[in-house]
């Protein structure tokens, strides 16, 4: 058989060029920081079995009725703090379309035309939906969809790989589709943290007592049913440390975020960091090696929250080195694991 133009039935619609598509996928971002923005987007968030595991017929009605007739306005408060009013986006957007731009170009200059990169969101918009469509439309035929998490968690990339699977599911002709896994011990993303930390300490005019890597917490439960998430972190704790040259009382590891009753990872980096100015320790900077881009959990709660717990107990100086976001190095570490995953494509 031949699938010269000639030789199609006619009326069969033309092929073009056959391409390849990098879909990044980030948490997500409420449209605006108004009531029903904000309660569009936690509904949605907050409604995720990934997220809150608890049966809907006994979550549903408190977050319906209570969570979500309070918690848009808190929330919209605080990203009110933090929001680009210039471009009317949350920062998260502003550094997830930065970081594709730069991803788009160093992915042409080792690839040629035939890459197509493009961003989504897990809530909110862009939706997953509407950019793997968008890459189909483009002659995409094969897709390798990154979740901008180093670390896995079921709460982020499962939800994000479940939603994507949902998408293909409304396609009659779907893609071929490769999974970017988890990349929290590549040496590039290591060295990547690894330089952001030496710069942030050249820039100070003094040399803080220790580094706390604040993670995204989640219930403790979820490592005991199976998640690797709190080891994954710990290691990216130990081989940044290592990378540095420093003794392990030099970094150390919590967790932030926790909501609701249940017991979460611990230590909670909010009363860590009040316990270690209470010690003694004045002077601390904090990293958060799980955000891949600067976003409401580093830019109001650890410069918020986290901070003036730090300062309430006495500390001095506080220190918040920012994300990788579209840093060369960071672009560097994700080209190369986007690069191994389409082995055999390109």
Same mark, same amino acid.
């Given at each position: 058989?031949?699938?010269?133009?000639?030789?199609?039935?006619?009326?069969?619609?033309?092929?073009?060029?056959?391409?390849?598509?990098?879909?990044?996928?980030?948490?997500?971002?409420?449209?605006?920081?108004?009531? %029903?923005?904000?309660?569009?987007?936690?509904?949605?968030?907050?409604?995720?079995?990934?997220?809150?595991?608890?049966?809907?017929?006994?979550?549903?009605?408190?977050?319906?009725?209570?969570?979500?007739?309070?918690?848009?306005?808190?929330?919209?408060?605080?990203?009110?703090?933090? %929001?680009?009013?210039?471009?009317?986006?949350?920062?998260?957007?502003?550094?997830?379309?930065?970081?594709?731009?730069?991803?788009?170009?160093?992915?042409?200059?080792?690839?040629?035309?035939?890459?197509?990169?493009?961003?989504?969101?897990?809530?909110?918009?862009?939706?997953?939906?509407?950019?793997?469509?968008?890459?189909?439309?483009?002659?995409?035929?094969?897709?390798?969809?990154?979740?901008?998490?180093?670390?896995?968690?079921?709460?982020?990339?499962?939800?994000?790989?479940?939603?994507?699977?949902?998408?293909?599911?409304?396609?009659?002709?779907?893609?071929?589709?490769?999974?970017?896994?988890?990349?929290?011990?590549?040496?590039?993303?290591?060295?990547?943290?690894?330089?952001?930390?030496?710069?942030?300490?050249?820039?100070?005019?003094?040399?803080?007592?220790?580094?706390?890597?604040?993670?995204?917490?989640?219930?403790?439960?979820?490592?005991?049913?199976?998640?690797?998430?709190?080891?994954?972190?710990?290691?990216?704790?130990?081989?940044?440390?290592?990378?540095?040259?420093?003794?392990?009382?030099?970094?150390?590891?919590?967790?932030?975020?926790?909501?609701?009753?249940?017991?979460?990872?611990?230590?909670?980096?909010?009363?860590?960091?009040?316990?270690?100015?209470?010690?003694?320790?004045?002077?601390?900077?904090?990293?958060?090696?799980?955000?891949?881009?600067?976003?409401?959990?580093?830019?109001?709660?650890?410069?918020?929250?986290?901070?003036?717990?730090?300062?309430?107990?006495?500390?001095?100086?506080?220190?918040?080195?920012?994300?990788?976001?579209?840093?060369?190095?960071?672009?560097?570490?994700?080209?190369?694991?986007?690069?191994?995953?389409?082995?055999?494509?390109?």
């Amino acid at each position: 058989m031949t699938d010269r133009i000639q030789d199609l039935p006619e009326g069969h619609p033309v092929t073009g060029t056959r391409k390849i598509g990098v879909l990044i996928a980030n948490l997500g971002t409420p449209d605006g920081y108004d009531y %029903w923005s904000m309660r569009r987007y936690l509904n949605e968030f907050l409604s995720d079995k990934r997220v809150i595991d608890i049966p809907d017929w006994k979550w549903q009605p408190l977050l319906q009725t209570v969570i979500l007739t309070k918690r848009p306005f808190t929330s919209g408060a605080n990203y009110k703090l933090i %929001w680009n009013e210039k471009l009317n986006e949350s920062p998260l957007m502003t550094i997830t379309r930065a970081q594709t731009a730069a991803l788009a170009a160093s992915l042409k200059a080792r690839f040629g035309d035939r890459i197509v990169v493009d961003f989504c969101m897990r809530y909110g918009n862009p939706s997953t939906g509407e950019k793997l469509r968008g890459l189909i439309a483009q002659g995409c035929t094969k897709i390798v969809f990154l979740p901008l998490y180093p670390q896995y968690a079921g709460a982020t990339v499962a939800t994000a790989n479940d939603q994507l699977f949902r998408e293909l599911m409304k396609e009659k002709r779907q893609p071929t589709v490769r999974i970017v896994p988890e990349y929290y011990d590549n040496p590039l993303y290591i060295e990547a943290l690894a330089g952001s930390v030496t710069r942030a300490y050249a820039g100070l005019d003094h040399k803080p007592d220790l580094l706390v890597a604040s993670y995204h917490g989640m219930p403790k439960r979820y490592i005991e049913e199976g998640d690797p998430y709190y080891c994954q972190c710990r290691k990216t704790s130990r081989l940044l440390r290592e990378k540095l040259g420093w003794n392990e009382d030099d970094l150390h590891t919590s967790f932030q975020s926790v909501f609701g009753t249940e017991e979460w990872l611990r230590p909670y980096t909010v009363d860590y960091v009040a316990e270690l100015a209470k010690q003694g320790k004045k002077r601390i900077a904090v990293i958060a090696p799980a955000f891949s881009a600067d976003c409401i959990e580093t830019l109001e709660e650890i410069q918020g929250e986290i901070q003036e717990a730090f300062l309430h107990a006495g500390g001095e100086r506080f220190t918040y080195i920012p994300c990788l976001n579209d840093d060369p190095a960071h672009i560097a570490a994700l080209t190369a694991v986007i690069a191994d995953t389409l082995a055999g494509w390109v």
